[in-house]
Nanobody, 129 residues
């Protein structure tokens, strides 16, 4: 059974940093594209970042406008873990963060929830003023 377990959330002051982790099991991790989404109370779930395989065997990282320049997505295939390094956090970053996985070639839009087959349980990030 596929499981994605997110961790690393917490309370941080504006301008601080956190690194989220998402450990995968029950799948061949290197065969999957990975993404991060977030959802704040009373708001829609939104795309944050994705790391996508190319046909040449490299990965390409994509970010939302709000994440670009502040967040970095990475993966460790040996540990079957995807990370989201978040720097210069802002109160608007407060949300539950979810990792997601989809087989390479299994979706068409890395920024769309419907693309992803498997989801983590979410880890809460709270940024205070």
């Amino acid at each position: 059974q596929v499981q994605l377990v997110g961790s690393g959330g917490g309370l941080v002051q504006a301008g601080g940093s956190l690194r989220l982790s998402c450990a995968a099991s029950g799948l061949t991790f290197s065969s999957y594209d990975m993404g991060w989404f977030r959802q704040a109370p009373e708001k829609e779930r939104e795309f944050v970042a994705a790391i996508i395989w190319t046909w040449t065997g490299t990965t390409t990282e994509y970010y939302s406008d709000s994440a670009k320049g502040r967040f970095t997505i990475s993966r460790d295939n040996a540990k079957k873990t995807v990370y989201l390094q978040m720097n210069n956090l802002k109160p608007d970053d407060t949300a539950a963060y979810y990792c997601a996985a989809v087989l390479r070639g299994g979706g068409s839009s890395y920024y769309t929830e419907r693309t992803y087959r498997y989801w983590g349980q979410g880890t809460q990030v709270t940024v205070s003023s």
